[in-house]
């Protein structure tokens, strides 16, 4: 059995960084196409091994996930910022975390916040007006924190706070785009780049702060930080770990669903036909009122447009593992600590899985045809004991959000041609997602 599979070379010392920094997108499927279902390559100082294959993806992530852990690379500019979090943390720690957390993410209790979440949406719109320009990955992101703060944390954010935490996500964004010099720099180095992303962490830790301070004396219900509180009261938990969930359901909790609502806004924007149906589905189901948590559940066609929006647009484009011990992966003995890439966008797009891939189409995510492919063909959210804890939290957010502004709004992209993306920890447009306003008359439904 080959000890390798083959990859491209790249150059000396920095391997094929340069060219995954320049565009890890068009880099993750130029070698899909060129070499299958592994490939090796060199990223920073690391070799790694890129898999496209949907039955490795499951292995890693769930079939031998007890095989495979969060490299450590991961773990260092992320763990300034989110400590020993739930996205971090792992073995024994975090499985108690993720226990202790989950009474706030139980369907019941979410089934609940159905009002608040269209509420907050009305109240984000409500100045809108027809021929209005607004980024809409700006305006739903603003909406987004909120949500999860009220949700989870038991309290209204509020104008300034919203406005502190926007202004230092952009230099948090930074920190973790792909950067030829930035592998090979050690962590200790200072640079202006770390001391503004040092300085955003700790603007963050001052709002959660003031949040901690506000419920530290009333801890009651099963929103997240009261479970918390009552936790570090109790001893269970070490007061800074109160801080790092907090930091890490602030960022993680919000920004994905925001990125998820622009991407189909503007797939929306670009594909009428889609368009029409789903606002015909919208006026049919919803009639003159706001949609319900009810409706969430019957808004099929909203649900597929969400579905693959999120097929197209992964806002986590890839995972990473590192194999505990030595692993016969896709046909090769590799060696314990190897790096593996696994990445939503190359498998969401792989011609092998999925007709006219790049087209955007609802009805591929039909039961029927939907069953056709492989199971990991599509993991948005992950997968195993590790997907996302908030995955229902996002996914009855975001039809709700799409029902309230749809049922009165169309959203027109004033840019044209292709979208540029630019890659972080999440994957943004490169310029924003500005859009047009249109009020939505007769002749729309």
């Known amino acids: ?38 490939a090796r390559f060199t990223l920073g100082p690391r070799e790694t091994y890129l898999l496209t294959n949907p039955g490795d993806v499951e292995r890693v992530l769930v079939r031998e996930e007890g095989s495979f852990r969060k490299p450590d690379f991961q773990t260092d500019a992320l763990g300034e910022l989110l400590g020993e979090g739930l996205l971090l943390s792992e073995g024994s720690a975090w499985r108690r ?13 979410l089934a609940g916040m159905g009002s608040m979440m269209g509420e907050r949406t009305e109240r984000a719109i409500e100045d809108w007006a027809e021929d209005d320009r607004r980024d809409v990955e700006l305006e739903t992101a603003r909406l987004t924190v909120g949500i999860i703060v009220e949700a989870m944390f038991g309290t209204d954010l509020g104008e300034d706070r919203t406005r502190r935490v926007q202004e230092n996500l952009e230099p948090l964004g930074r920190r973790f785009e792909p950067d030829p010099l930035r592998f090979l720099m050690p962590e200790w180095l200072p640079t202006r780049e770390r001391s503004s992303y040092r300085a955003s962490i700790r603007a963050l830790e001052g709002v959660l702060d003031e949040i901690v301070r506000e419920r530290r004396n009333d801890p009651e219900g099963n929103d997240l930080l009261s479970i918390l509180l009552r936790a570090e009261r109790s001893g269970a938990i070490p007061e800074e770990r109160v801080r790092d969930e907090l930091m890490t359901m602030l960022l993680a909790g919000h920004d994905t669903t925001a990125l998820s609502l622009t991407y189909t806004w503007y797939l929306l924007s670009e594909n009428p036909d889609a368009e029409r149906r789903f606002h015909e589905e919208l006026d049919a189901v919803l009639g003159d009122g706001p949609p319900t948590v009810a409706d969430a559940r019957t808004l099929e066609y909203t649900g597929r447009v969400l579905t693959e929006a999120m097929r197209l647009y992964p806002p986590v484009y890839t995972l990473f593992r590192e194999s505990v011990d030595p692993v016969e992966l896709a046909g090769y003995e590799l060696p314990a600590g190897s790096l593996f890439m696994l990445p939503q966008w190359g498998v969401h797009r792989d011609p092998r899985w999925y007709d006219e891939p790049e087209r955007f189409d609802p ?20 997968g195993g004991s590790r997907s996302c804890i908030g995955r229902q939290f996002s996914l009855l957010e975001a039809t709700l959000i799409l029902g309230t502004i749809g049922r009165n709004y169309r959203l027109e992209r004033v840019d044209e041609g292709p979208l540029d ?8 447009p490169a310029n924003g997602m500005e859009m047009r306003v249109r009020e939505r008359g007769d002749a729309d439904g």
């Open 421 to 428: 993306l630019r890659a972080s920890l999440t994957m943004h």
């Open 1 to 38: 059995m080959a000890t390798h599979p083959p990859g491209p070379k790249g150059l000396p010392v920095v391997g094929s960084t340069h060219h995954y920094a320049r565009d890890p997108f068009r880099f993750i499927e130029a070698v899909r196409d060129a070499y299958g279902d592994a």
């Open 97 to 109: 975390m993720r226990e202790l957390s989950q009474p706030a993410f139980d369907m019941r209790r």
């Open 363 to 382: 009805d591929r995510w039909l039961p029927e045809r939907a069953a056709e492919r492989p199971r990991f063909a599509y993991f948005p959210f992950g």
